[in-house]
């Protein structure tokens, strides 16, 4: 390795620690105190209940982690978006499991509580997968109560999906260790199987102090619908247990139990690791990615054997096409091609930008992975389309709409991995949130917003600076770099991975290392679901 690639490294890594410093905070849910009182109630944290449950032997592959990062500062915010959550193993079933984490406001619902919850709803329902839901919860977080109740994508949109999922086949667990209250108490009735642990664990649509305040009734919120009462009176629960881990242990029986999944059948042989080592991943982005770098040595350090076999080598080489397989399972990877590229016309290209001819190998590309059932896997790059005369003249916005409606079209899993940059309609065309991918992680040197910082800010400053010139106010040249520094900083903040993290743009932001292992849990995932619909386009603009 050479002092560039040492220093690429070195910056590289350095983002990786602060990404674990901060993951380290998170992991505290609501802090040391919280979690102590969690110990004298003889209760798991969320954290601990999960690991408890899930097979040591199997990765678990967390989503969301970031979710709600340095949001809702006065509210004294809301850490992983007061839900740990993720993709594990269970009595060697994979499968998503869903934590309330009661140390963050008791578990309240904020907002990005509800949005992380339906993702991994959506990632449940999109796979066929098992869903453990670890109740303990106070419900929706009521001075934020309009923000999380009433609409489409808000709290009551869990109960809706309870259902569709149960109509669907997949099964339901629900494990109530604490409180579930008010709506809440919905989802462990509307699981397929409802566990309970006594003395902690209660379900009801109104507590003790508002049953008084409504109808008068003094009553204690164990004989109101403590595990007693709903195991052996009203017959909502199914199983009562004098500790968690009694819970947490039935929970894999019953998983233990389920019958083999029909598979979608993507093709999978034996594994090989990549012959170049994956740990020199660090070293291959250049610092503050400013630089060019051949996005293929990266793709040659995450696929088996590192081997990858173009499609259209010679053509639109600003994006990479071509097949792999990753820990086995066959793969088409669309990458963003980050080197300075000469066409055979002679025309220089620049990396990270998509052109008509990579659009249009691309789009074409995408087709063939359909027509023959291969996963797609996106690796993002990408700066944009490119603009001027010549591309506009050419037709870019069409050939644009063509990679685009590939891939909003495509019925085969895709898994999207920001890399690098991802701005503007590259975005889109490189399978951003917005089309669906079945997972989506970014590395701590991801940028995603809709254009570069240096290109927004400065069209941001022009603008304010020719308001005020309009109103009479001419700036001076420092004011105007003050007002272009201010509007950099505050637009970069915006663009870092944790805030696309904070709001569940991506699912997680990751190791690079790890890149290897989370294509191929997102594959496995994808596998368990059968109904792949068919393959149409619409109308291609020519």
């Given amino acids: 390795?050479?002092?560039?690639?040492?220093?690429?490294?070195?910056?590289?890594?350095?983002?990786?620690?602060?990404?674990?410093?901060?993951?380290?905070?998170?992991?505290?849910?609501?802090?040391?105190?919280?979690?102590?009182?969690?110990?004298?109630?003889?209760?798991?944290?969320?954290?601990?209940?999960?690991?408890?449950?899930c097979d040591k032997n199997q990765p678990f592959i967390e989503i969301g982690a970031f979710a709600g990062f340095d949001m809702y500062q006065a509210e004294g915010g809301c850490p992983a978006g007061g839900t740990v959550a993720g993709v594990g193993y269970i009595s060697g079933r994979q499968c998503v499991i869903v934590a309330n984490d009661q140390t963050v406001k008791?578990?309240?619902?904020?907002?990005?509580?509800?949005?992380?919850?339906?993702?991994?709803?959506?990632?449940?329902?999109?796979?066929?997968?098992?869903?453990?839901?670890?109740?303990?919860?106070?419900?929706?977080?009521?001075?934020?109560?309009d923000e999380i109740f009433p609409d489409k994508e808000h709290f009551g949109r869990v109960f809706r999906n309870n259902a569709r999922m149960s109509a669907m086949g997949i099964t339901q667990i629900a494990a109530v260790m604490g409180a579930c209250v008010a709506g809440g108490a919905y989802l462990p009735i509307m699981s397929d199987e409802t566990l309970m642990v006594e003395g902690n664990g209660?379900?009801?649509?109104?507590?003790?102090?508002?049953?008084?305040?409504?109808?008068g009734e003094d009553i204690d919120n164990e004989t109101l619908g403590g595990a007693i009462t709903h195991t052996e009176i009203s017959g909502i629960a199914d199983y009562k247990f004098a500790t968690e881990?009694?819970?947490?242990?039935?929970?894999?029986?019953?998983?233990?139990?389920?019958?083999?999944?029909?598979?979608?059948?993507?093709?999978?042989?034996?594994?090989?690791?990549?012959?170049?080592?994956?740990?020199?991943i660090y070293g291959l982005i250049p610092e503050g990615n400013l630089k060019p770098y051949d996005m293929i040595d990266i793709i040659e350090r995450i696929v088996d054997n590192s081997e990858f076999n173009q499609f259209k080598q010679d053509y639109g080489k600003t994006i990479l096409c071509?097949?792999?397989?990753?820990?086995?399972?066959?793969?088409?990877?669309?990458?963003?091609?980050?080197?300075?590229?000469?066409?055979k016309k002679g025309e220089m290209q620049i990396g990270g930008v998509i052109y008509n001819d990579s659009a249009d190998k691309a789009a074409r590309f995408i087709m063939n992975c359909n027509q023959k059932k291969i996963p797609l896997v996106f690796l993002q790059d990408v700066t944009g389309f490119m603009v001027g005369s010549r591309s506009e003249h050419s037709g870019i916005i069409k050939?644009?709409?063509?990679?685009?409606?590939?891939?909003?079209?495509?019925?085969?899993?895709?898994?999207?991995?920001?890399?690098?940059?991802?701005?503007?309609?590259?975005?889109?065309?490189?399978?951003?949130?917005?089309?669906?991918?079945?997972?989506?992680?970014?590395?701590p040197s991801a940028k995603i917003a809709v254009m570069g910082g240096d290109q927004a800010a400065k069209?941001?400053?022009?603008?304010?600076?020719?308001?005020m010139k309009a109103k009479g106010t001419v700036p001076t040249p420092e004011e105007e770099k003050t007002l272009l520094d201010t509007i950099k900083d505050r637009y970069n903040q915006q663009t870092t991975p944790y805030y696309a993290a904070a709001r569940l743009w991506v699912d997680e932001i990751i190791d690079p290392l790890k890149t290897r292992q989370v294509i191929a849990e997102g594959i496995h995932a994808a596998n368990h679901n059968p109904s792949i619909e068919t393959f149409k386009t619409g109308v291609f603009q020519v």
């Fill in 459 to 467: 069209t941001l400053a022009q603008i304010q600076v020719a308001t």
């Fill in 202 to 215: 209660s379900i009801f649509l109104a507590g003790s102090y508002l049953v008084k305040a409504a109808i």
């Fill in 1 to 53: 390795m050479n002092l560039t690639q040492n220093r690429n490294e070195d910056w590289m890594k350095l983002m990786l620690s602060e990404m674990k410093q901060r993951m380290e905070k998170i992991a505290l849910g609501g802090g040391k105190k919280a979690i102590e009182k969690q110990k004298e109630r003889n209760k798991l944290t969320a954290r601990e209940r999960i690991e408890y449950l």
């Fill in 106 to 145: 008791a578990g309240a619902w904020f907002p990005i509580t509800g949005k992380k919850n339906l993702r991994m709803q959506e990632i449940a329902m999109e796979n066929k997968l098992p869903i453990i839901y670890l109740v303990d919860s106070a419900g929706v977080f009521l001075p934020m109560q």
């Fill in 322 to 343: 071509g097949y792999a397989r990753i820990d086995g399972w066959a793969v088409g990877i669309v990458a963003n091609q980050r080197l300075v590229c000469k066409s």
């Fill in 245 to 280: 881990q009694e819970c947490l242990d039935q929970i894999k029986k019953i998983m233990s139990q389920l019958g083999s999944p029909v598979k979608a059948g993507f093709d999978r042989i034996t594994p090989a690791q990549p012959k170049k080592d994956p740990n020199e």
């Fill in 399 to 443: 050939d644009g709409a063509k990679l685009v409606n590939a891939v909003a079209n495509s019925v085969v899993p895709k898994i999207t991995i920001v890399i690098g940059n991802s701005y503007g309609a590259g975005n889109y065309a490189m399978c951003g949130k917005a089309y669906d991918p079945r997972f989506i992680y970014a590395w």
